[in-house]
């Protein structure tokens, strides 16, 4: 099986910064996709940023509008690791931030779920 163990919430007042981390172990061919989303009070749960595995070139990225310029999404393949690093925060960028991982097992690819981190930016 597979576990996602995120890290790095916390309490941050507007303007400072934060660290996600979310680490994937188990039964892992290969990993795809590996995001951040993130729920806030009463909204849906919303794809922060992304980070594609390719091939041929560098990883792919992508951000919500809302979030570009300010967070940063990377991975380390070795050891399974993705970060996003959250400088500049506002208020509403409160919320439980989820990992998410595409993996493929045996030829299967599923996507998991960390269990979330409470992020919270005070004004």
């Known amino acids: 099986q597979v576990q996602l163990v995120e890290s790095g919430g916390g309490l941050v007042q507007a303007g400072g910064s934060l660290r996600l981390s979310c680490a994937a172990s188990?039964?892992?061919?290969?990993?795809?996709?590996m995001g951040w989303y993130r729920q806030a009070p009463g909204k849906q749960r919303e794809l922060v940023a992304g980070?594609?595995?390719?091939?041929?070139?560098?990883?792919?990225?992508n951000y919500a509008d809302s979030v570009k310029g300010r967070f940063t999404i990377s991975r380390d393949g070795a050891s399974n690791t993705v970060y996003l690093q959250m400088n500049s925060m506002k208020p509403e960028d409160t919320g439980v931030y989820y990992c998410?991982?595409?993996?493929?097992?045996?030829?299967?690819?599923?996507?998991?779920w960390g269990q979330g981190t409470q992020v919270t930016v005070l004004s």
């Open positions: 980070i594609s595995r390719s091939d041929t070139s560098s990883d792919t990225t």
């Open positions: 998410a991982a595409t993996i493929v097992n045996n030829r299967r690819a599923s996507t998991y």
């Open positions: 188990g039964s892992i061919n290969s990993i795809n996709f």
